[in-house]
């Protein structure tokens, strides 16, 4: 053996996996809250920094990040899939930070106060220690908010303010949090089952000192930065161009995707129309959603009892599918239901922990008054939100330790990528026979339907375009889009109880280009099946292209692409 092959080492060094994990590290040790969010212990006791100092103390890691993985040499095609997703998202976070995204964000579903309130519900609360760590964090809300106030004044002073729009929503739901018969959000928390006596004192204290400083944040917005804030609620084009490309991981045609949005949700409302004369022979749509609405069967009344009702479907799918037509690791199987304690509307997904002790959650926001539900409506839903939606992805890319660096497992996440694979897996479901019933598979229909609609309307009215001449629907044609024809246009395409219809209207306006995501998602994820197809002929299958695809874990969508194309 030569002095050569001696002190060889076969082993070939992943600098971008080492690069990628120690920024998981340092970036958790710079923003507690996220921390909690990937499920990475260590950090429970702290908040993250809001002021303008930690806005840029996490950009420069972020920028040198960047910097070190241009220069790292990829040793394999799958540590080059790694090293173009990363690069990709750090890259648009950079830019975005200079473009006072993060600093200025303030809308009725992302906000430093969202993320704060939301810390809270991820929390373990299994012992005295558990229990300390809330503690610290419920004493920390005061310093952070103050920290958070300074930031959105300083990018309001500069011309870089949320709408007003946002500014009071956001302000009447700090409002909704901080009432209620516990104290709010806070003070139901430390009254709950499990808080130690010896902590009783301090965590009520605490408690109510958070409280009291998010009422007076509330304060702030309506006296402070509302007079500061943008009339307008429109991002414009170039704001929305950067949304867009965050949102997606790829750069899109906007024109394009304004044009298809229109045709697909005329080709979906056109399916629905034949489905519907499946449940009433002759009947509209409108006239199948009343029976079906009607029908005792599919109703559940009680927030608790619809709870219970996801929960068994849930479980029931992860039971059915598992083995058959996916790949699910033992540790991923697991998902909890549950109603968020808050009541802003939505339903949404949190991953479960990086050591699976806490497992993925389906939570259902619902709001205020609303407590009969149909079924019929929610199936596709659960598929969505479970399996072999968000919780077999999110689930899977944690447990591929083998495969994927631990940024890959738990941090990257791109909306374009995961809500497009989630409504990909709804019409998945369909084509495996899961949504055989007319009345289900009228709810998938009724689902895309608002997700095509909200392509149309969040780049309607972000853009300020206008409504096509020729539109299939005869809506407003000619006019220039604005907040309330999106609104009208909604309600006339979305069959959602009203306080959730004007929600999701306000969270596109304050959430540009997000919304679009979902089907605009799905549409790059179809494209690239179809592309497989056509390459592998006859070979191709499908479970195996979703598991080689879900192998990846989360990617911008044109960095899937192109590593679903250097896969045989």
């Known amino acids: 053996m ?17 690069i990628a994990e120690a920024y998981v590290d340092d970036y958790a040790a710079l923003d507690p809250v996220a921390a909690t969010e990937m499920g990475i212990i260590g950090h429970d006791d702290r908040l993250t920094d809001l002021s303008p100092e930690g806005f840029d103390a996490r ?92 930031t959105l004044l300083e990018e309001a002073r500069r011309g870089n303010s949320p709408a007003r729009r946002q500014i009071r929503q956001v302000a009447s739901q700090v409002r909704s949090w901080t ?20 902590l009783r004192s301090r965590l009520d204290g605490h408690a109510r000192g958070a409280t009291e400083a998010f009422v007076d944040f509330a304060g702030f917005l309506e006296r402070e930065l509302d007079p500061l804030g943008r009339e307008e609620d429109a991002v ?105 304690p808050t009541q802003d509307g939505g339903i949404y997904y949190t991953g479960p922990s990086e050591d699976f002790s806490r497992p993925g959650r389906m939570w259902w926001s619902v709001p205020a008054g609303i407590d009969r539900f149909s079924t019929w409506r929610e199936v596709t839903t659960v598929f969505h939100e479970g399996v072999p939606g968000h919780h077999l992805q999110v689930g899977q890319t944690a447990y591929r330790r083998e495969s994927l660096n631990r940024w890959q497992r738990m941090m990257c996440w791109v909306s374009g990528h995961g809500e497009g694979w989630a409504l990909y897996a709804e019409r998945l479901m369909d084509e495996l026979g899961h949504l055989d019933d007319p009345g289900d598979r009228l709810g998938m229909l009724d ?91 006859e070979p191709f299958d499908l479970k195996a292209f979703h598991r080689e695809a879900l192998d990846l874990g989360s990617l ?10 250097r896969i045989a």
Not at 5 to 13: E, G, I, L
Not at 520 to 529: P, S, Y
């Open 179 to 198: 009432t209620g018969p516990g104290g709010g959000v806070f003070g139901d928390l430390v009254s709950g089952v499990g808080a130690p006596e010896t």
């Open 2 to 18: 030569s002095p050569e092959d001696q002190t060889a080492d076969p082993t070939p060094v992943r600098r971008v996996d080492a």
């Open 59 to 150: 950009a420069e890691l972020t920028r040198q990040a960047v910097a070190a993985a241009r220069e790292a040499v990829p040793t394999d095609a799958r540590e080059e899939a790694a090293r173009d997703a990363f690069l990709e998202r750090l890259g648009l976070t950079v830019e975005r930070h200079e473009a006072g995204v993060p600093q200025a964000e303030l809308s009725v579903i992302v906000s430093g106060l969202h993320d704060i309130r939301m810390a809270f519900d991820l929390m373990p609360t299994e012992g005295e220690d558990d229990w300390g760590a809330i503690d610290s964090r419920l004493a920390a809300v005061p310093g952070t908010l103050e920290g958070y106030r300074r």
């Open 447 to 537: 689902a895309q339907a608002m997700r095509a609609a909200r392509v149309v309307v969040d780049l309607g009215m972000h853009l300020r375009l206008q409504v096509p001449r020729d539109n299939p629907f005869g809506f407003h044609p000619g006019e220039t889009w604005t907040p309330d024809l999106g609104l009208e246009f909604m309600r006339g395409h979305c069959r959602m109880e009203d306080p959730v219809i004007v929600f999701e209207v306000n969270r596109y306006l304050g959430w540009p280009g997000q919304a679009p995501s979902y089907k605009v998602g799905e549409r790059i994820w179809l494209q690239a099946r179809a592309d497989a197809q056509a390459r592998l002929g």
């Open 236 to 340: 414009g084009r170039d704001r929305y161009a950067l949304a867009s490309r965050y949102f997606l991981g790829a750069t899109v045609d906007l024109e394009e995707t304004y044009a298809w949005g229109w045709q697909e949700l005329h080709r979906i409302e056109t399916e629905m129309a034949v489905v519907a004369d499946r449940v009433v022979p002759g009947g509209t749509v409108d006239e199948a959603v009343a029976v079906l609405d009607a029908d005792p069967a599919r109703t559940i009344l009680g927030k608790e009892a619809f709870r219970d009702w996801m929960q068994d479907l849930a479980d029931r799918t992860v039971t059915e599918l598992a083995g058959t037509h996916f790949d699910i690791p033992d540790p991923v199987r697991p998902i909890e239901c549950r109603i968020a």
């Open 556 to 565: 911008g969508l044109d960095p899937l692409r192109a590593a679903l194309g």
